[in-house]
């Protein structure tokens, strides 16, 4: 059984005449360790998917099973639960707390876990080793994404849910932030699924998924993954 | 491992150590003055709960015309108490070297009832000095002395005799020095006790007041068996000739009851005050986590994502609050329990004849003082937040977690100018900080005038009395004594007295010829009369103006459950030339208007009236009102007076006059003059002076914190905003004109729309908190208090204004650079 199971998934908005389908029937399915890309224009759905998946909103129909665990037929509670115990999340403003350390940001999210990666060994790796007792604000756009992406790894979580990571940051930043993400899947084998419009990214990606309009409409091994530092956009 | 997030807290605090600050200091001096005052409230109520015993204090009294008979005393003895003499004699006392500024000090003179020193009832307690040792020293009562910078070695000058004071005494049965238990307030600023040996009180040149004390032998009679003893203890002594004059158990006596029923009263007021204080604090943090919790809306939504628990949140941000709570409320207690305790106790101690103050440890003021405020706040706070994190992790990542956009999107009649729009939109923005401020605004408002409006209710109160005073003097009598006498019915009455009050041996030592000119004399004075011959003479133009009337004393139900008030029944001439305005008919009752107000009496309608001394209750028809919202009387023609109590035809017991009287002092009960009002007012001046300068000060600091944290809160939410206005080109004043100026118009606003509010709740204040009390206050709040209070409101605001444009002016351009996630 795959790591993650989505079968005809669908998510609508509004009611009656105002209704709008969003996520239109899509079903696919991840291994574990597998790092996908979700492409797709503004408003195909594809951060909806995303949100579905991490239980941020449940879906009108279809099933996602993770690690065997269906999410859809769990209560509020148990899907907090789900997410804290097997998904770490990176979005595309960095959401840091203000008043806390670069460590202490990352600590908030080891916090909720029984099992969290080494903190000195993961700041290192990120590069923030150096930064560990900066705030949020002494540190630039990069930095502060790289501190986001310690933050959902410290728990070691299964899945890496990332939405749009690169969107706030400019290209030689961004090539930094996918070379580390590229680490993080190789490092520690979580599943990462990336949610992105730009099509460069999906060549390091060793899954390619396209939505458009909320239906799949690519869902492909990408036999030519390459490393992120050789991306071009 | 605890939460990280844990790590903000002490972050904030220094980042907001203002707001923090602001907080802490309101709810821990609120704290500390109630706390300060509840220990104070509570030991005094143990120290005057312990007095009966401490003090071997009466459980009641009875004054008698003359002496009484030994077998009056035997028979209520046999009743089951002891009684003791607690003979007084008032004469006026002067001294030198009176010193103080105010007018209280001014005065060099006062009315002393000198009591002999006492070893068995209503022991004397010394704070300074020791008990009078020669007949030439006297101890007298603490407050007044205190008023009156009199110490220790000073002489006062007593019925033309001087002594020295040895010392600074209370006497439990005086803890309150009420001249006359009827009388509305307690006078320590011409009124006192004194102690003196018997031979120095027998050296005053006074009449005696033959007061007696008693004590059940069985301790702890409830109020009832206190009510039926008395009873008893009345017929004895009317079966006995004793002819008394007063009678009251110690829970009737205001000198003994005041001050305990005040210090109870008082607690009540305070206690609500608090509760209100902390729950609109509690609200003030629920705005400011709101706000926090909008501005971290993404971080809050992030956190959720990552698997945080709302429980987790709440927690989180609940700890500032209850964080602030309890150190205020420890802060406050220490404070309250160390220092505060001492003014809150000088509150009573200087208008209270208490014995020396002990603080005693109380759970009920921990409990409310600590336990209460966290609780009220924790619980408030709870509330807020749970209902501010109620929204999904989305809607927090989506900055959709209040509906603020959709007050936002409200359409505005376009024809409005642009500016109106925009002070509208901050407006219905921060409804939530703007309502939480009303609340804030009208409670400081409130505390304000009701300082503001003590001394005007009051000034108002003594007024009231003043104008039902229809005469310069009212002479109440012991016995009927008849003025229009000539000068041998004068002699007559004179001899009489002679002979039947001069001891025994000293008749036997006056001569033959003596004795028999008294007898003869005396011999002229009918025995079967009730009324006596005035001894002293008077002009005949005196004579003439002075006008009969009969008082007595019943009681009639309050509304509700708030037991009996104090009535005094007038017997008055037909066309009375000082009742004027009183009409009168047979039949019916006139009810003075404080009474019919207080009592819920009207014109066609009964009233039924009661006897305290005995169980007769009267009821009377009403055919009209009369006098000011003060007058707690009741009028009947003279002959129907007399008739309804089955006194003799031409009965009376005063005299109504403009022109002073000269009446045998043994016979004159009191005489009430329009001085004994300012004597009133003087006292409540003194008594209430200081509340209104605590609650002044405490309103002006509420103002100031609420104004501030809660404005600060707008213009915090508003900092992008407003970076954008200078990004556009807007200068600083316009700026403030759009921000500051809204601002403005809501607290203006809401210092002029809770005064409404304010005036109907304190009239309703006011009347439920005194309809336990006799008398009936009327709410008077002048316009000027009015003004001022809205004046000291604005005043405050203008501080914060001025901390809010330097706050505007220190906004930065780069906010609206950044990119706004």
């Known amino acids: 059984m795959a790591f993650l199971e989505v079968t005809d998934v669908r998510k609508g908005y509004g009611e009656g005449d105002a209704h709008i389908e969003v996520i239109k029937g899509v079903s696919t399915s991840l291994e574990k360790g597998d790092f996908a890309s979700l492409l797709g224009p503004s408003g195909s759905g594809k951060s909806t998917f995303l949100n579905i998946v991490g239980g941020l909103e449940p879906c009108d129909g279809g099933r996602v099973v993770v690690d065997g665990v269906d999410i859809t037929g769990l209560s509020d509670r148990e899907v907090g639960e789900y997410r804290r115990a097997e998904l770490g999340f990176v979005l595309q403003f960095y959401n840091l707390i203000p008043d806390l350390t670069v460590r202490e940001n990352i600590e908030v999210c080891a916090h909720l876990s029984e099992d969290p990666l080494p903190l000195d060994d993961l700041l290192r790796s990120l590069g923030l080793w150096d930064q560990r007792r900066k705030f949020p604000r002494q540190m630039s756009g990069g930095q502060q994404q790289r501190c986001a992406i310690g933050r959902a790894l410290v728990k070691n979580p299964k899945l890496l849910l990332c939405d749009e990571p690169t969107g706030a940051l400019d290209y030689q930043t961004s090539l930094e932030i996918l070379t580390l993400m590229e680490e993080v899947n190789r490092e520690y084998g979580c599943t990462v699924v990336v949610v992105t419009h730009n099509d460069a990214i999906a060549r390091m990606s060793n899954r390619i998924m396209r939505l458009h309009d909320g239906i799949l409409v690519e869902d492909s091994v990408n036999e030519e993954r390459v490393p992120a530092l050789s991306l071009e956009w | ?821």
């Open chain 2, 1 to 821: 491992m605890s939460s990280p997030l844990i790590r903000r807290i002490p972050r904030q605090l220094v980042h907001n150590a203002g707001r923090y600050l602001g907080i802490f200091a309101l709810i821990s001096v609120s704290i500390a003055f109630v706390s300060g005052f509840l220990v104070a409230a509570s030991s005094i109520e143990r120290i005057v709960a312990d007095m009966p015993e401490d003090y071997r204090m009466q459980d009641g009294q009875f004054t008698c015309a003359f002496e009484a008979p030994d077998e009056a005393i035997e028979a209520v003895e046999e009743l089951g108490v002891s009684v003791e003499e607690e003979f007084s004699r008032e004469a006026e006392m002067t001294w030198e070297g009176a010193s103080g500024d105010d007018a209280a000090d001014s005065a060099d003179s006062a009315t002393v009832r000198l009591f002999k020193e006492r070893d068995t009832f209503d022991l004397a307690s010394y704070a300074e000095g020791e008990a009078p040792d020669s007949p030439d020293e006297v101890a007298l009562d603490r407050v007044f002395c205190a008023h009156h910078d009199l110490a220790v070695g000073d002489t006062v000058q007593i019925g033309g005799s001087a002594f020295e004071i040895s010392g600074i005494c209370t006497l439990p049965d005086y803890s309150s020095l009420f001249e006359d238990p009827s009388d509305f307030v307690f006078n320590s600023i011409t009124f006192t006790i004194g102690m003196a040996t018997p031979e120095g009180f027998a050296s005053v040149d006074a009449p005696l007041t033959y007061t007696y004390a008693y004590r059940a032998d069985e301790a702890g009679l409830d109020r009832a068996e206190a009510a039926d003893l008395l009873e008893d203890i009345a017929t004895a002594l009317h079966e006995n000739r004793a002819m008394p004059t007063s009678l009251m158990d110690a829970a009737s006596n205001s000198a003994i009851s005041y001050a305990a029923d005040d210090v109870e009263g008082d607690q009540l007021m305070w206690e609500v005050m608090l509760v209100l204080l902390i729950v609109i604090m509690a609200f003030v943090f629920v705005v400011l986590a709101g706000s926090s919790i909008e501005a971290e809306s993404a971080i809050i939504g992030t956190l959720l994502a990552s698997g945080y628990r709302k429980r987790e949140l709440v927690a989180h941000y609940m700890a500032l609050p209850a964080l602030v709570g309890i150190l205020a409320a420890v802060a406050g207690n220490l404070v309250g329990y160390q220092v505060l305790y001492a003014p809150m106790r000088d509150l009573y101690y200087n208008s209270y004849s208490l014995p020396p103050f002990e603080m005693f440890w109380n759970w009920r003021v921990f409990f409310m003082c600590t336990v209460v405020p966290v609780v009220l706040l924790v619980l408030v706070n709870l509330v807020g937040l749970m209902r501010k994190l109620r929204c999904t992790p989305l809607e927090f990542l989506r900055r959709e977690t209040t509906k603020r956009s959709r007050r936002r999107g409200v359409a505005l009649p376009e024809r409005l100018p642009f500016t109106a729009r925009f002070r509208l939109r901050i407006l219905l923005c921060n409804l939530p900080s703007f309502l939480t401020l009303f609340c804030g605004i009208a409670f400081a408002s409130l505390l304000l005038v009701f300082g503001l409006c003590m001394m005007p209710v009051v000034d108002h109160y003594a007024e009231n009395l003043k104008s039902d005073m229809v005469a310069e003097h009212q002479y109440i009598l012991k016995t009927p004594v008849e003025i229009d006498v000539d000068e041998s019915e004068r002699v007559a009455q004179a001899a009489a007295e002679k002979l039947s009050m001069t001891p025994p041996g000293e008749l036997e030592a006056m001569g033959a010829s003596e004795l028999i000119q008294l007898a003869a004399d005396a011999s002229r004075v009918d025995p079967d009369s009730d009324v006596v011959w005035n001894t002293l003479a008077n002009s005949d133009e005196a004579v003439a103006q002075a006008e009969k009337f009969a008082v007595a004393s019943l009681e009639t139900a309050r509304p509700g459950d708030f037991g009996m008030e104090d009535v005094s029944m007038y017997g008055i001439q037909q066309g009375s030339a000082y009742w004027s305005d009183v009409d009168t008919a047979e039949g019916s009752v006139v009810v003075g208007r404080g009474l019919a107000e207080k009592c819920g009496l009207s014109i066609g309608g009964n009233v039924e009236l009661s006897d305290p001394l005995s169980d007769k209750t009267y009821e009377l028809r009403i055919s009209g009102t009369c006098g000011s919202a003060s007058n707690m009387n009741a009028y009947l023609p003279i002959a129907e007076f007399n008739r309804l109590f089955g006194n003799a035809d031409g009965y009376f017991n005063g005299y109504a006059s403009d022109m002073p009287l000269a009446i045998d002092a043994l016979y004159v009960m009191s005489d009430l003059t329009p001085d004994a009002m300012d004597k009133i007012v003087a006292q409540l001046s003194d008594s209430m002076g200081s509340m209104t300068g605590l609650l002044v000060a405490l309103a002006a600091i509420i103002y100031v914190v609420l104004m501030y944290l809660l404005t600060k809160t707008v213009i915090d939410r508003s900092a992008r905003s407003i970076s954008y206005m200078k990004v556009f080109g807007y200068r600083p004043r316009e700026v403030n004109r759009l921000y500051i100026r809204s601002i403005t118009i809501t607290v203006v606003a809401s210092l002029l729309l809770c005064l409404p509010v304010i005036v109907l709740f304190l009239t309703w204040l006011v009347k439920f908190v005194f309809m336990g009390y006799n008398g009936n206050f009327e709410v008077v709040i002048p316009a000027s208090q009015l003004v001022l209070e809205v004046c000291v409101g604005i005043v405050c605001y203008v501080a914060v204004a001025f901390l809010h444009v330097r706050h505007i002016r220190n906004v930065p351009l780069s906010i609206a650079l950044k990119a706004q996630e």
